[in-house]
């Protein structure tokens, strides 16, 4: 249903933005969002987009650096990542939710793209 892709190795404050295609059979209607993950921790909510707007973790570890946009045309939704730290280096996972919300647990969406790797050098 989605396919995550444009991760990468970039050095210490530089930029990337991954993307997030979906399917034919998803609707535009429904919520899509990026999490992150890095080993033994939780996975990580970074923002999530949909019909009725944009909710993003205020964290300062990501305030201000982070951007989710969406174009449905495409069915693609991204995630702009600026002023990257070596602390941002995980696997990045784009979901949907179905019902359209702005949920920050990872536990709600229905459906999970494959995860992309972004790694950042110091």
């Known amino acids: 249903q989605l396919q995550a892709s444009g991760g990468g190795l970039v050095q210490a404050g530089g930029s990337l933005t991954l993307s997030c295609v979906a399917s034919a059979r998803t609707s535009s209607t429904w919520s899509v969002a990026w999490f992150r993950e890095v080993p033994n921790k939780e996975r990580e909510f970074i923002a999530v987009i949909g019909q009725t707007g944009i909710r993003t973790n205020d964290a300062d570890s990501l305030k201000g650096r982070f951007a989710i946009s969406r174009d449905n045309a495409k069915s693609t939704t991204y995630l702009k990542m600026i002023r990257l730290e070596p602390e941002d280096t995980a696997v990045y996972y784009c979901?949907?939710?179905?019902?359209?919300?702005?949920?920050?647990?990872?536990?709600?969406?229905?459906?999970w793209g494959q995860g992309t790797l972004v790694t950042v050098s110091s």
């Open positions: 979901a949907a939710d179905e019902e359209g919300r702005l949920p920050t647990s990872s536990y709600v969406y229905d459906y």
